[in-house]
């Protein structure tokens, strides 16, 4: 079922922005986070947090889970950080669709109706996860699994094996 809600020009080129990181760039400016919201009949960008906003942050991973807000869906992009057992260091975009159960019936509707045109525009995302209530990503471990085999740390923090 399709909603009608198109995806702003905007939300494009911000992806195909995450998507290729440029080492000759200013890495404080990579942008880390992208929320993303309907409004009106497209899906628009809310809020960007770039390397720079969160230079003072512990932990990435938490903050992303603090944006969640248990009353409006969202659609969120991260540039996740993690690490594997090879000791490799990678960086791999997570597209999370936020449809909180405590949220109104016709936001999560809307929400879910306008998912396939989002993913049309994010060709080639490795990781999509749906996620309705904050206990569903809260367990860094558990998200983790979801990123492959062999994950032993997401954003600098262990997880458990």
């Not at 899906?43 to 009353?71: A, S």
Request: with cysteine; glycine share 4%; hydrophobic share 40%.
């Amino acid at each position: 079922m399709a909603s009608g809600v198109k995806v702003a020009d905007g939300v494009k080129d911000i992806y195909n922005a995450m998507k290729v990181v440029k080492t000759d760039a200013d890495q404080t400016e990579r942008m880390r986070l992208v929320v993303l919201h309907i409004s009106g009949t497209s899906i628009d960008v809310e809020k960007i947090f770039r390397e720079k906003d969160l230079e003072d942050v512990d932990d990435v991973y938490k903050f992303f889970l603090g944006l969640l807000d248990v009353k409006h869906c969202r659609y969120i992009l991260y540039d996740c950080h993690f690490e594997t057992k090879e000791s490799s260091k990678k960086e791999e975009l997570v597209f999370f669709m936020w449809a909180p159960d405590t949220a109104p019936i016709k936001e999560k509707m809307n929400y879910a109706s306008s998912k396939e045109a989002i993913r049309k525009v994010l060709t080639g995302i490795k990781h999509e996860l749906q996620v309705n209530e904050l206990s569903d990503c809260s367990d860094r471990d558990a998200f983790a699994e979801k990123l492959g085999k062999g994950v032993i740390k997401v954003e600098g923090h262990p997880v458990r094996s």
